[in-house]
T-cell receptor
Framework: EAQVTQNPRYLITVTGKKLTVTCSQN?????MSWYRQDPGLGLRQIYY???????DKGDVPEGYKVSRKEKRNFPLILESPSPNQTSLYFC????????????FGPGTRLTVL | GEDVEQSLFLSVREGDSSVINCTYT??????LYWYKQEPGAGLQLLTY?????DMKQDQRLTVLLNKKDKHLSLRIADTQTGDSAIYFC????????????FGTGTQLKVEL
């Protein structure tokens, strides 16, 4: 089944404790992206990647890192999480060409205390 | 700059039509999309329209695009309780790569 998976689905952590949210897709998509969803703000892009070893900042990259060592994986790293990073995070992937139908993962709800 | 706006809530009765509206500011949009988010789930693409089209119909869904007014709408005919969800419009634009700019989402509630 074609899908985007994220782990963990739920995470409660404390300020300053490094964490990684994994994202994997099995559709051989070149493009992958991370969004955060906050009430009243819709989805905002954090980072994106056009292909292996090619990453770039989105609209709200502060406090986050990403890597793209393999085509299928695009982990999101919070080196020192803070309470303002409490949010719902989505990973998405798509082909580069065409209508850009982005496939979304199920989301990771992160709470930073 | 890019800005996509939607009303926050819409309530309809089962069997009626729902119309969800969206306005955007970037005139270089290439595609405009409607995504559906059910509770506890990710976003699912419902439909999209290329920016040189005025209308697209797909079963119960009709998308209307008024490029002059930068207005996009999604009409759901014969709305069912299973249509209750948050609906996001989004745009991609020339020179923006694959980036999507999302609206704030409209919560659709379908009442019996």
């Amino acid at each position: 089944e074609a899908q985007v998976t994220q782990n963990p689905r739920y995470l409660i952590t404390v300020t300053g404790k490094k964490l990684t949210v994994t994202c994997s897709q099995n559709m051989n998509h070149e493009y992958m992206s991370w969004y955060r969803q906050d009430p009243g703000l819709g989805l905002r892009q954090i980072y994106y990647s056009m292909n292996v070893e090619v990453t770039d900042k989105g609209d709200v990259p502060e406090g986050y890192k990403v890597s793209r060592k393999e085509k299928r994986n695009f982990p999101l790293i919070l080196e020192s999480p803070s309470p303002n990073q409490t949010s719902l995070y989505f990973c998405a992937s798509s082909l580069i060409q065409g209508a850009n139908e982005q496939f979304f993962g199920p989301g990771t709800r992160l709470t930073v205390l | 700059g890019e800005d996509v706006e939607q009303s926050l809530f819409l309530s309809v009765r089962e069997g009626d039509s729902s119309v969800i509206n969206c306005t955007y500011t970037d005139s270089s949009s290439t595609y405009l999309y409607w995504y559906k988010q059910e509770p506890g789930a990710g976003l699912q693409l419902l439909t999209y329209i290329f920016s040189n089209m005025d209308m697209k119909q797909d079963q119960r869904l009709t998308v209307l695009l008024n490029k002059k007014d930068k207005h996009l709408s999604l009409r759901i005919a014969d709305t069912q309780t299973g249509d209750s969800a948050i609906y996001f419009c989004a745009e991609s634009f020339t020179g923006g790569g694959n980036k999507l700019t999302f609206g704030t989402g409209t919560q659709l509630k379908v009442e019996l």
